[in-house]
């Protein structure tokens, strides 16, 4: 994950840095791996990807997360499972934290709340 990082443009580097950091709060039980080669956090099975991409960070937290938080998302580009997060824009990092714990607490532990 490192690596991915550093590759990725000097402006874009913090961003990235600062959705790990709230990632690994978020699930300190998961492990960082690359996958789909992407930034992976994984825990029995991948819980998030995130991105770099020309204009946007691509957050992938699965096909149903972008449902559960429709109204939260509203003014994002989406698609099944996909968020784009606009360079240029403030990061939502509490939205961030939500749809993480969510995930972990829908895929390891079967809740449906965040």
Do not use: C
């Not at 960070?57 to 499972?81: D, H, M, N, Q």
């Amino acid at each position: 994950m490192d690596e991915y990082i550093a590759a990725q443009p000097e402006d874009v580097q913090p961003l990235l840095q600062s959705i790990r950091e709230t990632i690994r709060a978020s699930a300190p039980e998961a492990t960082e791996k690359i996958s789909w080669q992407m930034p992976t956090f994984w825990k029995g099975e991948n819980l998030i990807h995130f991105a770099a991409f020309k204009k946007h960070i691509g957050l992938y937290p699965g096909g149903e997360a972008t449902s559960k938080f429709a109204e939260r998302l509203v003014g994002y580009k989406t698609s099944k499972g996909a968020i784009q997060l606009p360079l240029g824009k403030p990061i939502d990092y509490e939205l961030i934290t939500d749809i993480v714990r969510w995930r972990v607490n829908r895929e390891i532990k079967g809740s449906d709340t965040l």
